[in-house]
C-alpha cells in the first residue's frame, strides 16, 4: 500500500485539488494500463491517498466551491470531502506527507512532534541526514521547486490547476520508478 498525504493551510482548496487529481490520475493509470496491455503492476487498491489541514480554520467544510467547480469541469468528484487537521498518527502512518507550501511546513510543527519536525526539518542529527524524509513540497517533484499558487489569496484556480496536475505528475512518475 503507497499511502500519501496532501497538506495545505485550510484543506478546502490545494490538498484536497490534490488529493483527487492524484486518485484520479491513477484510476486512469490502471484502466489505461489494461486497455494497453502496459500493467505498470499497480492498481487504485494499492493507494491510499487522503489531505488534510495544517490548522484548524476550516474543519469540516467541504472543498471550496471554485476548486469543487474546477475539478468538476475535469470530470473529478470531490463530494463528500469534510477539511480535517493533520496529527501526529498521520504522520506516521502516510508514507508521503506533501506540502503545498512553505508555510504549511512552518505550521506542521503544530501538528507533529518535535522530533519529527527537526527532523524534516533538516535539525535533526546528522546520523539521520540519509534517512528518506517522508515530507516534501509538492513542487519538488517538479522541475520548478518553490510553492503551489495559492487560489485563496490570487483567485487563479487554473494556476493552482497546472501546479497541482504538474506535482502528481512527478510524485505519480517517482512512485513508478520505484516499482
Given at each position: 500500500?503507497?499511502?500519501?498525504?496532501?497538506?495545505?493551510?485550510?484543506?478546502?482548496?490545494?490538498?484536497?485539488?490534490?488529493?483527487?487529481?492524484?486518485?484520479?490520475?491513477?484510476?486512469?493509470?490502471?484502466?489505461?494500463?489494461v486497455a494497453s496491455g502496459r500493467d505498470c503492476g499497480l492498481t487504485a487498491a494499492d493507494f491510499e491517498i487522503a489531505s488534510a489541514a495544517t490548522s484548524t480554520e476550516e474543519i469540516g467544510n467541504?472543498?471550496?466551491?471554485?476548486?469543487?467547480?474546477?475539478?468538476?469541469?475535469?470530470?473529478?468528484?470531490?463530494?463528500?470531502?469534510?477539511?480535517?487537521?493533520?496529527?501526529?498518527?498521520?504522520?506516521?502512518?502516510?508514507?508521503?506527507?506533501?506540502?503545498?507550501?512553505?508555510?504549511?511546513?512552518?505550521?506542521?510543527?503544530?501538528?507533529?512532534?518535535?522530533?519529527?519536525?527537526?527532523?524534516?526539518?533538516?535539525?535533526?542529527?546528522?546520523?539521520?541526514?540519509?534517512?528518506?524524509?517522508?515530507?516534501?513540497?509538492?513542487?519538488?517533484?517538479?522541475?520548478?521547486?518553490?510553492?503551489?499558487?495559492?487560489?485563496?489569496?490570487?483567485?487563479?484556480?487554473?494556476?493552482?490547476?497546472?501546479?497541482?496536475?504538474?506535482?502528481?505528475?512527478?510524485?505519480?512518475?517517482?512512485?513508478?520508478?520505484?516499482?
Amino acid at each position: 500500500m503507497i499511502k500519501i498525504l496532501f497538506v495545505c493551510h485550510g484543506n478546502i482548496c490545494r490538498s484536497p485539488m490534490a488529493e483527487f487529481v492524484m486518485k484520479h490520475k491513477v484510476a486512469e493509470l490502471t484502466r489505461e494500463g489494461v486497455a494497453s496491455g502496459r500493467d505498470c503492476g499497480l492498481t487504485a487498491a494499492d493507494f491510499e491517498i487522503a489531505s488534510a489541514a495544517t490548522s484548524t480554520e476550516e474543519i469540516g467544510n467541504p472543498v471550496y466551491p471554485p476548486a469543487r467547480r474546477l475539478l468538476n469541469s475535469k470530470g473529478i468528484d470531490c463530494s463528500g470531502h469534510a477539511a480535517r487537521q493533520m496529527n501526529q498518527r498521520d504522520y506516521d502512518y502516510y508514507d508521503y506527507i506533501i506540502l503545498m507550501d512553505r508555510n504549511n511546513l512552518r505550521n506542521l510543527r503544530w501538528n507533529i512532534n518535535r522530533e519529527s519536525y527537526a527532523f524534516e526539518t533538516g535539525d535533526a542529527p546528522a546520523s539521520d541526514s540519509q534517512k528518506r524524509k517522508k515530507v516534501s513540497l509538492m513542487m519538488d517533484w517538479t522541475s520548478r521547486p518553490g510553492d503551489v499558487a495559492d487560489p485563496w489569496y490570487t483567485g487563479n484556480f487554473d494556476a493552482t490547476w497546472r501546479d497541482v496536475n504538474e506535482g502528481c505528475d512527478g510524485l505519480l512518475e517517482h512512485i513508478l520508478s520505484r516499482k
